[in-house]
């Protein structure tokens, strides 16, 4: 909890789907919920090395590799997860070594390759520069260098999946729209889209041919803290809501998370990286038991603040909804609150918040402590 508050009582409302139902029915809720794939003790792993890999303009590298053993691959190859910033990827910064191979082990995602690719002059390789070495030269160096060496190691999919953090971000939006056969999945991490005046939203908009699955998360506090919703977080909503328009369903093919109260910093990566490879890689929510969680945004006395809503499966997956599509009420004589979630003053003593999504609702009391 930030800002000073903390919740005292949480009452939750399960339903349904599509459409979303109370669900007021006795018995066993998790008999509509698709059984947990069987752990997969036997899948083990090994970790590898490409040493030096270059192109014309782009400087060598050493690739690292995280391969799964013990089973054939699946037939067609291995799926592969593309890390931008490679350094980052098995350290506990970005964590997702550790967060793959455990869900892997409980049974919960199918295992795949891990090919971390170490950034060296990321505002180069990452923006769209006029650079030679921009996002569009270092995004073909991956699609014609680094996958064709790895598949010599390891057989894989012809499509997978690339995923970054801030410009690292940026960077995987644009591999994504300018290679959507070979990246078929974008996990953008707090991405910078306000790089060149957005100009990736309006690509986003406007590409004729998407990948056709994606994951963007974003803090709560991320760039300046005393708005109610920051720069960074208005961004990412942006997305969301141009590949909303695009035809994407938000916890279908689309996952979004914000993070209450989070700060842009490459840790806040690995802290969210099994709820991105959850929903990305594990079977549907397709049960969709869904509750909705109310958590409260950054809060800072004198300064606005906004709620996070979260609607989420009993499997383990969730997203945030938008807070246009949820209705609140507040029950405070001091407190007040927007249609969209918004904090417009701040309160003394107790407040208590319901939000109601498609028939689901849930209400959290709000107190400031002494």
């Given amino acids: 909890m930030t800002g000073g508050w903390m919740a005292l009582l949480t009452v939750v409302a399960c339903g349904e789907a599509s459409p979303v139902q109370p669900d007021n029915a006795a018995g066993d809720k998790q008999s509509a919920v698709r ?41 067609g190859g291995w799926p592969f997860l593309l890390v931008m910033d490679g350094q980052s ?128 998360d974003v803090g709560g506090a991320e760039s300046d803290v005393r708005a109610a919703v920051p720069p960074m977080v208005s961004d990412a909503r942006a997305l969301r809501d141009v590949l909303i328009d695009r035809g994407f369903e938000l916890g279908g093919a689309l996952g979004y998370h914000e993070a209450p109260g989070r700060p842009h910093a490459a840790q806040q990566v690995g802290r969210r990286m099994r709820r991105a490879l959850r929903f990305s890689f594990g079977p549907r929510c397709t049960a969709a038991l869904l509750d909705v969680s109310l958590t409260q945004g950054r809060f800072i006395p004198g300064y ?38 918004v904090w417009t003053r701040a309160f003394r003593g107790h407040a208590t918040v319901t939000a109601r999504y498609r028939g689901l609702e849930r209400s959290v009391q709000f107190r400031r402590p002494p």
């Fill in 89 to 216: 990827a098995f350290e506990p910064t970005f964590a997702v070594d550790t967060h793959l191979m455990a869900l892997v082990h409980e049974g919960l995602v199918e295992p795949c390759v891990v090919i971390a690719v170490p950034s060296v002059a990321r505002s180069q390789e990452f923006t769209p520069t006029d650079h030679p070495t921009n996002v569009r030269g270092f995004s073909a160096y991956l699609v014609d260098v680094v996958l064709p060496a790895v598949a010599l190691r390891v057989p894989l999919r012809d499509a997978g999946a690339i995923l970054g953090f801030s410009y690292g971000g940026l960077a995987a939006v644009w591999a994504g729209l300018l290679f959507p056969q070979r990246f078929a999945q974008v996990f953008a991490h707090s991405p910078s889209l306000w790089f060149d005046e957005r100009a990736v939203l309006r690509a986003v908009q406007d590409a004729p041919r998407l990948p056709g699955r994606w994951w963007v």
């Fill in 35 to 75: 059984s947990p794939r069987p752990p997969r003790p036997e899948v083990h792993w090994t970790r590898e090395r490409i040493v030096g890999l270059a192109a014309p303009e782009i400087a060598p590298r050493d690739v690292q590799l995280l391969i799964p053993t013990g089973v054939a691959p699946p037939e």
């Fill in 304 to 341: 606005r603040g906004t709620l996070t809503v979260d609607a989420r499966c009993p499997d383990g997956q969730s997203w945030t909804l938008p807070n246009r599509d949820v209705t609140f009420r507040v029950q405070s004589v001091q407190a007040r609150l927007a249609g969209d979630g």
